[in-house]
């Protein structure tokens, strides 16, 4: 079975430039979950969807970040106008509702803005 | 109260030692504590996990040992291997699905 397939795996751009990272689920998983990751500040939740369905965005850093969900088999999360501090690994990750905490992880996209 | 705190943030042993990684959290909320294995270059996969319900959870050479009444809990990797050598995360959960990582561990097991 396809696990959680992310794309592009590697993203070099410059600063001020749109951004998007898309990621397809496992099929049949009903939840889909954005992490980033850094040195710094490890894997942070930035946003998750139930049923397509942003359930909490709190960790979206801001207004320049956006995550859609319009079918159960796709989400992308942008970043306009990206920034250096930008830069980190980002990741995808599903699950089926109800089995908590079994996430399955993309291999991540990473993003270097220079 | 979100937070979950995880040290040491690198550890190396000596293979065939024991590794220990050690986590603590504040929201007596979460019910799910899951620990994830991630190799360089790859996403973070789940190793084991165990509920508040039990105090030890053993797969293979990897348990968890739970304490509820001091809201931790640890990982241990008993025979370290070369191959065990990787960044291991904590995590915990409440029903809603929403995991809260650790910081991360890396584990570098020496021959």
């Known amino acids: 079975d396809a696990g959680v397939i992310q794309s592009p795996r590697h993203e070099v751009t410059e600063m001020g430039q749109e951004v998007t990272l898309r990621c397809k689920p496992i099929?049949?998983?009903?939840?889909l979950f954005w992490y980033r990751q850094t040195m710094m500040r490890g894997l942070e939740l930035l946003i998750y969807?139930?049923?397509?369905?942003?359930?909490?965005d709190s960790g979206m850093p801001e207004d320049r970040f956006s995550a859609k969900m319009p079918n159960a088999s796709f989400s992308t999360l942008k970043i306009q106008p990206s920034e250096p501090r930008d830069s980190a690994v980002y990741f995808c990750?599903?699950?089926?509702?109800?089995?908590?905490?079994?996430?399955?992880f993309g291999e991540g996209s990473r993003l270097t803005v220079l | 109260q979100q937070q979950v705190k995880q040290s040491p943030q690198s550890l190396i042993v000596q293979k065939g030692g024991i590794s220990i990684i050690n986590c603590a959290y504040e929201?007596?909320?979460?019910?799910?504590f899951p620990w994830y294995q991630q190799f360089p270059g790859k996403g973070p996969a789940l190793l084991i996990a165990?509920?508040?319900?039990?105090s030890e959870k053993k797969e293979g050479r990897f348990t968890i040992s739970f304490n509820k009444s001091a809201k931790q809990f640890s990982l241990h990797i008993m025979d370290s291997q070369p191959g065990d050598s990787a960044t291991y995360f904590c995590?915990?959960?409440?029903?809603?699905?929403?995991?809260?990582f650790g910081t991360g561990t890396r584990l570098q097991v020496f021959p």
């Open positions: 929201n007596t909320a979460f019910d799910y």
């Open positions: 165990i509920r508040p319900d039990v």
């Open positions: 995590a915990a959960s409440m029903t809603n699905d929403k995991l809260i």
């Open positions: 990750a599903s699950s089926l509702s109800g089995r908590t905490g079994e996430l399955f």
């Open positions: 969807f139930n049923n397509n369905v942003p359930i909490d």
């Open positions: 099929s049949g998983h009903n939840s």
